[in-house]
């Protein structure tokens, strides 16, 4: 198993752990699996009323898909398959609260569950980047579900630069990325802490306010939606040249991070 659930981490919250240190919590398919039955077993467990979800060995929360990952297509641009649009707790029809800790690096496909959580917490240590472009591919649903959460400028530069810039936590706190800013290695306890809270207020009002919230901004986010896959379709370099220009990444600068 490489995702951990743990039900009593608090009164009233579970705790959703990415377990995959030595990948650096990157999402393979099992573990895309595993992430999306847990947010749908958490729906009919009444004892939990929030839910926090961070990763394990503190160098990242994820790095998004693992390169690893084959995840055969069709032709069409209008049906293409993803993974990772499963992964995340609204994808799963949950509408009890969900906090992310964050520390570490949050990348790529890391996008798709911090774009549908409530709030982030994060470590001071943490950085926020998105390699897409870097490696020849389109940034859409990353893009579409961050760009609910930041302002245009902020995402735009994180999406379009790659891996030459990585965004800081202190500045994704000031841009209101990130809702509170910890130490190194207290951003779970302050999530936990939080979610406790929450967990604390009537059930009904805490989801009704939660589907209140999403509703905001739902309609714009779910014609975004519509459009990526085949923008993905037509902007991706090929495979083969994806693998290439990583393994370039590689060898080459370190990013500057702001």
Not at 70 to 75: D, F, N
Not at 116 to 137: I, K, N, Q, R, W
Not at 140 to 145: D, F, H, K, M, Q
Request: net charge neutral; proline share 6%; charged share 20%.
């Amino acid at each position: 198993m490489t995702v951990r659930v743990d039900t009593r981490a608090a009164e009233g919250v579970a705790l959703i752990t990415l377990d995959r240190p030595g990948r650096l919590n990157a999402i393979d398919l099992p573990t895309a699996e595993e992430l999306a039955g847990a947010w749908r077993a958490l729906r009919f467990d009444d004892t939990v009323r929030a839910a926090v979800v961070t990763g394990t060995g503190g160098r990242a929360f994820c790095t998004g898909v693992d390169r690893s990952v084959r995840v055969p297509q069709p032709a069409s641009p209008y049906s293409l398959d993803d993974p990772l649009l499963r992964i995340g707790p609204k994808a799963a029809d949950l509408w009890k609260p969900v906090i992310a800790a964050v520390d570490g690096m949050a990348c790529g496909g890391a996008f798709y569950l911090l774009g549908e959580c409530e709030f982030l917490v994060a470590s001071e240590t943490s950085t926020f980047f998105d390699p897409h472009t870097t490696y020849g591919m389109v940034s859409a649903y990353e893009s579409v579900l961050m760009a609910q959460r930041m302002p245009y400028g902020e995402i735009a530069r994180l999406a379009l630069m790659g891996t030459a810039e990585r965004l800081g936590a202190r500045r994704a706190y000031e841009v209101g990325l990130v809702s509170e800013l910890t130490p190194a290695g207290e951003a779970l306890p302050a999530a936990l802490r939080a979610a406790e809270t929450v967990a604390a207020q009537p059930t009904e009002a805490v989801q009704g306010t939660v589907r209140a919230l999403w509703a905001a901004k739902e309609a714009a986010r779910t014609q975004a939606l519509a459009h990526a896959a085949h923008l993905i379709a037509l902007g991706n370099l090929p495979p083969e040249r994806q693998a290439e220009l990583f393994e370039e990444r590689r060898k080459g600068n370190a990013p500057r991070v702001r």
